[in-house]
């Protein structure tokens, strides 16, 4: 269980945004990719699970896609199709907007995956995407690889979309600390509760301090995840 799930009514929210960068700078891009689809559009999430970005969506179409065999708790009742993101049930050119995001690790043929949102993609239409690089086994066993850049940036020429920003999200610091934090989901469980308390002291300063020091890391080559834009020609 996670930090959020575990402790999000304890922690502040500013110190739990500062723990979960990733998170925290997915909710940004989808912000800000939101804020540049107009009013009118029609948007898909291909791999929805339970569809928490139509939130970041009024006034657009959201349209939520998932296969559903991810997270055993999730509730998929409320997306709005099931179905495999490799034949998406969508004729061509229907949407204005795409997001896939923290999915492409849990599909067997990622090519084939981006070549169908291409696919449902209008001409001139986006794509907000984020894949890790370095991140934990999840959602076994639909759980399948992870990403360079240099991988990204194949799939999306070979899929027939045009990059216009690919970034890392964070270096080997804000990498440190989120493997520090990752102790205290280590020690939840049986007798290992005992050691959670001079875990949380010692990791707690160092993961919220850790981050600020990326500064050092121009290339960040060491990197938890990827977001990047890109659009259908």
């Given at each position: 269980m996670g930090?959020?799930?575990?402790?999000?009514?304890?922690i502040p929210s500013f110190v739990l945004r500062r723990l979960l960068t990733v998170?925290?700078?997915i909710e940004q891009g989808v912000t800000d990719f939101?804020?540049?689809t107009p009013t009118g559009a029609r948007v898909l999430d291909a791999g929805a699970g339970e569809g928490r970005y139509a939130q970041y969506f009024p006034g657009r179409r959201?349209?939520?896609?998932?296969?559903?065999?991810?997270?055993?708790?999730?509730?998929?009742?409320g997306i709005d199709a099931l179905g495999d993101l490799a034949k998406l049930p969508f004729p061509d050119d229907t949407f204005d907007?795409?997001?896939?995001?923290?999915?492409?690790?849990?599909?067997?043929?990622?090519l084939a995956v981006l070549r169908e949102i291409a696919r449902v993609l209008r001409p001139g239409g986006r794509l907000f995407l984020v894949a890790p690089q370095q991140w934990e086994v999840h959602q076994a066993p639909h759980d399948f690889y992870r990403?360079?850049?240099?991988?990204?940036?194949?799939?999306?020429e070979r899929a027939g979309l045009v990059e216009e920003?690919?970034?890392?999200m964070g270096g080997f610091f804000t990498l440190l600390a989120r493997r520090l934090t990752a102790t205290l989901n280590y020690c939840q469980g049986g007798a290992r509760w005992l050691l959670f308390p001079f875990v949380a002291v010692?990791?707690?300063?160092?993961?919220?301090?850790?981050?600020?020091?990326?500064?050092?890391?121009?290339?960040?080559?060491?990197?938890?995840?990827?977001r990047c834009v890109a659009r259908k020609p």
């Amino acid at each position: 269980m996670g930090l959020t799930e575990q402790f999000g009514g304890l922690i502040p929210s500013f110190v739990l945004r500062r723990l979960l960068t990733v998170e925290t700078a997915i909710e940004q891009g989808v912000t800000d990719f939101a804020a540049q689809t107009p009013t009118g559009a029609r948007v898909l999430d291909a791999g929805a699970g339970e569809g928490r970005y139509a939130q970041y969506f009024p006034g657009r179409r959201y349209v939520g896609i998932d296969l559903a065999v991810g997270d055993a708790a999730w509730d998929y009742s409320g997306i709005d199709a099931l179905g495999d993101l490799a034949k998406l049930p969508f004729p061509d050119d229907t949407f204005d907007a795409a997001l896939n995001i923290v999915t492409l690790e849990h599909v067997p043929e990622p090519l084939a995956v981006l070549r169908e949102i291409a696919r449902v993609l209008r001409p001139g239409g986006r794509l907000f995407l984020v894949a890790p690089q370095q991140w934990e086994v999840h959602q076994a066993p639909h759980d399948f690889y992870r990403y360079t850049r240099h991988g990204l940036a194949w799939l999306l020429e070979r899929a027939g979309l045009v990059e216009e920003r690919l970034e890392p999200m964070g270096g080997f610091f804000t990498l440190l600390a989120r493997r520090l934090t990752a102790t205290l989901n280590y020690c939840q469980g049986g007798a290992r509760w005992l050691l959670f308390p001079f875990v949380a002291v010692v990791v707690g300063p160092l993961a919220l301090l850790l981050p600020s020091l990326d500064v050092l890391d121009p290339k960040k080559d060491f990197t938890l995840a990827y977001r990047c834009v890109a659009r259908k020609p």
